[in-house]
């Protein structure tokens, strides 16, 4: 199965980044408040970066890599 790491523009002008086996589905949810606590109370804009992994492992290390990146680096990666 295909994991997916994936960062969402919320309503402050914040970013989350997640992970998920669909996105788009994912994404609905977090629209829905039934998302992460953080985008439940920010509220979200829009998928801003998908990146596709093998297997949940890889995603999961991605994911804390880019949580680990400071703002300026994380929109640097949206370029890339």
């Known amino acids: 199965m ?3 790491v994936y960062i969402l523009e ?3 002008d914040t970013l ?3 992970i998920a ?3 788009k589905r994912r994404f609905k949810e977090h629209l829905e408040g039934k998302g992460a606590k953080y985008t439940k109370s920010r509220g979200v804009k829009k998928i ?3 990146e596709e ?3 949940r492992s890889s995603a999961l290390k ?3 890599e880019i949580k680990k990146m400071n703002r300026r680096a994380k929109l ?3 370029k890339a």
């Open 53 to 55: 992994h093998k297997d």
């Open 62 to 64: 991605r994911e804390i």
């Open 48 to 50: 801003i970066f998908q």
């Open 16 to 18: 989350y980044t997640g």
């Open 76 to 78: 640097a990666l949206l």
């Open 21 to 23: 086996t669909d996105v």
């Open 2 to 4: 295909k994991y997916y």
């Open 10 to 12: 919320c309503q402050d």
